[in-house]
Structure formats: C-alpha cells, structure tokens
C-alpha cells in the first residue's frame, strides 16, 4: 500500500458573501484574504515540502482554470477539470479514479483558512492510519462557538490516539442547539475535510450511490488528458446526479472516524469573519486601501481604489470594489449572499 497521501484540493463556488470583491471572474480561492496569499494558495502550500504528502490533484472547473494554472506554474501538479458543477461527491469521485486504488486521499476546500499548520499535518497522518485500516475519515473541527452556519459531528466511542467512531452527522442546527452541542462537548464542526483510500470510497460510494459512481467512471471512461490535465466526457458528466459527500457516503457508511483537530481553522464565510482574522489597530479597525477613520471602532474597510472616510461607527464593514460598494453591519454579513449583486455575481472588471 502506498505510504504517501494524495492532496485533493476542490477548487470551486462563487463566495457569494464575500461580494463584491469575490465574483464571476476572481471568486473567493483565489483572493488573498488572509496575508498576501490567496486561499487557493494557502490550500497548495499546506502540503508542499513535507515528505509524507504527493504531488497535489486539484478538481475544479473551466471558468476557474486560468486562475488555477497560474498559481501552479511551477508547481508538479495534475488537473481535472469538471465540465460542470456536480457537487463534491462526483468531484471526489473523479479523483479517485485518476489515483490508486490503495492511495490516501486528503480532501480539502480551496477557500479555508488554516492557521496551524502543523496540526494540520499532524491530523491528516492520524487520518491516513485510519484510512489504511479501511476507514472514511472526517476532520472535526473544534467547535468554539455555537455556529449555526456549519454541520456538527457527533463523536461515538473512542478509537485511541485521537480518533473516534462517528455517532451521527447532525445538519446546521438553530442557536439553540449549537449552543447545546458546544456546552456538551462531544461535537465538532464538520469542516468539509477527508482522509481515505481511492478504493474504499469508490467502494462506498457504489454501495449508497451507485447511479453516481457509475455516471462519473462512465465520464471517466470517455475523457481526454493532455499534459498534467484531464477533463472528463461533459456530456456523461452533465447526467451526473449532483450530490454532496456528506449525503451520499459519510452518513451512509458504517466505517467514518473523526480525527478532532484544534489547527485555527476558518472557512472564511463572510465579511465579518474576515475582520476577525486580519490583525486591527488599538482600537479593532481593519483597513486595506485609501481610508480615514475618526472614533471608529471593530470597523473593516477594504477599497480598490476610492478613499473612504469614517467618523463614529462601529462593527461595520465597508468594501469598495469598482463601482460597487458594499456597507453592512457586522449581523448583516451573513446576508449579503442575497443582494442583487451578488446573485447576478457581475463580472469583476
């Protein structure tokens, strides 16, 4: 059995709410949020130079290949490029075709956040043992607060050394419930992040979704490649059922571990939790760009280009983008997915 772990980095979504700096044509991997590389960046760099990891596999589509090939230029990585969106079971599943059978994979998001890297690493060799042992593992993320915008994990019995069987998956739950899950203490955050073999997945995702492992190994089958890219048959594609892996064979499956993991993490879902992650001034305020702030505080204001100047707010955001201008509170974040310009994600110019 191969000892390396394969890094799967699924590049796609448009980051609605971080509107309007994330769009059509530059979403959210590829901005740097966080420092001055991009998220997408950040997912590369995880893994490189460390001698337990292979060359990266990144899964994503055709509006976000430029931006993908001119991050990995110098990079020794392979491509797949998903003719259209059929969410992440079919994207996983395309990838473990393209490897061993026997080969850990660590699936990853391209727009996360980590700040801990070594945990990080320590928690995806935990997660490859398992893996090799025949289990579909889930990174569970330290649940902080009673977040109602993730899914939590149950932990079931202990598996030793920092693992568990996985009692339940639990959908986002109302304030109330999160709370309880936090004050508990048995739950983590369910980050979208897996370790397990290339074999062991196909294998479950046959048993619980075979219209789908069969659809993506029928696109598989029909596809080209050409140097380090390879694109599947996008008439075979486009019949796959779209499906996330979480419905499909994590809360299906009777082998899922949960590898707890304390490593900083962020999914970097909106404005607010951006503020939060950039280091402020004395008094909270966030600036990138041209700005002037008098008796403002825990304010985040970001422009391209336009000076903004203000005096006596408080926990607001302010992003200025071209001609679009974004004002918000810090409780608004969450809905700025549901403006107008947002939703027509207007081509970023």
Request: one cysteine or more; proline letters at 5%.
């Amino acid at each position: 059995m191969s000892e390396s772990i394969s890094p799967v980095i699924l590049c796609g979504g448009s980051g609605t709410r971080l509107w309007p700096r994330s769009r059509i044509s530059r979403p959210k991997p590829f901005l740097p949020l966080v420092g001055d590389e991009t998220l997408f960046g950040q997912a590369l760099a995880r893994t490189q130079g460390d001698s337990a990891f292979a060359s990266a596999m990144i899964v994503t589509g055709k509006g976000h290949l430029d931006h993908v090939e001119s991050e990995t230029l110098e990079g020794d990585v392979s491509i797949i490029v998903e003719p259209s969106a059929r969410n992440t079971a079919a994207a996983i599943a395309l990838a473990a075709l393209r490897l061993p059978a026997d080969q850990v994979m660590l699936v990853c998001p391209s727009d996360h956040h980590i700040s801990d890297t070594e945990a990080f690493i320590e928690a995806a060799r935990r997660g490859a043992e398992l893996a090799r042992e025949g289990r579909l593992v889930a990174f569970g993320i330290r649940a902080t607060a009673p977040e109602t915008g993730f899914g939590y994990i149950k932990r079931g019995d202990a598996m030793g050394d920092g693992a568990y069987e996985i009692e339940r998956f639990v959908e986002k739950p109302d304030r109330d419930r999160a709370k309880a899950f936090v004050e508990d203490g048995g739950y983590d955050w369910n980050g979208g992040i897996f370790v397990f073999t290339a074999g062991r997945y196909l294998e479950e995702l046959a048993a619980h979704r075979p219209d789908i492992a069969d659809a993506v190994a029928n696109a598989v089958a029909t596809g080209h490649e050409k140097d380090n890219r390879f694109e599947p048959d996008a008439e075979l594609f486009a019949a796959v059922p779209s499906e996330s892996i979480d419905y499909a064979v994590m809360e299906k499956t009777d082998r899922a571990a949960v590898v707890p993991v304390d490593m900083g993490w962020s999914d970097i879902g909106n404005w607010h939790v951006v503020r939060d992650k950039r280091p402020g001034d004395a008094d909270g305020n966030r600036v990138i760009g041209r700005a002037e702030l008098v008796d403002c505080r825990n304010v985040l204001i970001e422009t391209d280009g336009p000076r903004v100047s203000a005096i006596g707010l408080e926990d607001l955001c302010i992003v200025v983008d071209g001609d679009e201008v974004l004002v918000t509170t810090v409780d608004g974040t969450q809905k700025v997915g549901k403006l107008t310009g947002a939703q027509n994600q207007d081509k970023h110019e």
